[in-house]
């Protein structure tokens, strides 16, 4: 069971006292990932959400702290890795969060729903709402039937449906970076929705933490490289499927990955042509109206342009728009961080709305500067 604070004495001696809620207890599938590396990090200093069983096949039986020394001393530091095993982390989990492969994330998150608990899928297993498109792009999905029961968890968009999900799909990084970037200009129609080129640039932590040449520092260091592009990237059908529902009609992008020498950071620049003229303080204000609800999206003042390390280790994506009227075109720029808005931060934000607190509950981060 949860643990209860005792009675907390609040107002000095006004003889008021206030309950503590039971601390929410967070499992995790695949700790030794960047994403699982992450959340661990995020929540440590949950305020009310708090790591309590996390699995690695490879590290069952060590102590998180001994594979993450930066815990050391904080909470969650000492939970003992096990072996992925759903029937145990529902006896002791509220909320999952899965860290794993495509392909692995559809069983163990259909065997955790059914026993009643709660879900977020960082993978892209439950984010597509086609099964076709899914298997055309990933592999065969054999649980189905779970897709209508799955709620894309971008929180600007998608909020009221995440409060009554129990199972959640975590967008992916570039979507993240690229739907929030054009969905203002989709929602009001002042681009075409055929004509959309995304240049998107990633930090090398979003190729996974597993071993690999071509992630090596000697490899990306001093070098920039496109991979996946023409449309071969798997992101692509997950950033047409929300831009469609955004435009009202079908929306084709040519999506086009590039790997940058940083560890962490996403900035997609996208090209889109606009339906008439408009001018930039038109734009400009149009963009500011749409998000000025949503704290996690910063659109910057006309002039000013994104960079990564001002979202570094934070929720925000930071998007500017620039009107070249010579072209006729709207160039978009969108920077967020790829490891936490566009994975564990975000999953953790997704938590927060499924369990009834505000979304921002222990995600208010300062960027990670310099």
């Excluded at 209860?4 to 000095?12: C, K, L, N, R, Y």
């Excluded at 929180?155 to 739907?179: F, H, M, W």
């Excluded at 390390?309 to 075109?329: K, M, P, W, Y």
Aim: net charge negative; hydrophobic share 40%.
């Amino acid at each position: 069971m949860p643990d209860i604070a005792e009675i907390q004495q609040a107002g000095g001696n006004s003889g008021l006292s206030l309950w503590r809620k039971p601390m929410i207890r967070a499992g995790l599938v695949g700790v030794t990932g960047y994403t699982g590396m992450e959340l661990s990090r995020i929540l440590a200093s949950h305020p009310s959400m708090r790591l309590v069983a996390a699995t690695s096949r490879q590290d069952a039986g060590k102590r998180l702290d001994s594979i993450y020394p930066f815990l050391q001393g904080l909470p969650g530091a000492d939970v003992i890795l096990i072996e992925p095993d759903a029937a145990e982390l529902a006896r002791q989990c509220d909320v999952v969060f899965l860290a794993v492969p495509h392909g692995v994330a559809m069983e163990t998150g259909a065997e955790l729903y059914d026993a009643g608990v709660k879900v977020v899928d960082l993978s892209a297993d439950f984010r597509l709402r086609d099964a076709e498109v899914y298997e055309a792009w990933y592999k065969e999905h054999t649980r189905k039937d779970y897709l209508p029961k799955a709620v894309y968890g971008l929180p600007e968009l998608y909020a009221d449906e995440v409060k009554q999900a129990r199972l959640v799909a975590n967008p992916g990084c570039y979507p993240t970076a690229s739907i929030l970037g054009l969905y203002a200009a989709l929602k009001n129609g002042i681009i075409q929705p055929d004509d959309i080129v995304i240049d998107a640039k990633s930090g090398t932590t979003g190729a996974g933490r597993k071993a690999a040449v071509g992630s090596l520092y000697c490899e990306v260091a001093d070098t920039f490289r496109p991979y996946n592009i023409a449309g071969k990237h798997r992101h692509t059908p997950e950033i047409e499927q929300e831009c469609t529902l955004a435009a009202g009609s079908a929306v084709t992008v040519s999506f086009n990955p590039h790997l940058l020498p940083i560890s962490r950071g996403i900035l997609a620049t996208i090209y889109t042509k606009l339906v008439s003229p408009l001018s930039q303080a038109e734009v400009q204000a149009m963009y500011e109206d749409f998000w000025k609800d949503a704290p996690w999206v910063r659109v910057l003042p006309a002039g000013r342009l994104p960079e990564t390390r001002n979202v570094r280790g934070t929720l925000f994506c930071d998007i500017a728009v620039s009107v070249d009227q010579r072209t006729g075109r709207l160039i978009i720029t969108s920077a967020i961080d790829n490891l936490c808005r566009g994975a564990s931060g975000q999953a953790v934000a997704n938590a927060n709305l499924m369990f009834g607190l505000p979304v921002e509950t222990g995600l208010n981060f300062a960027p990670l500067v310099p």
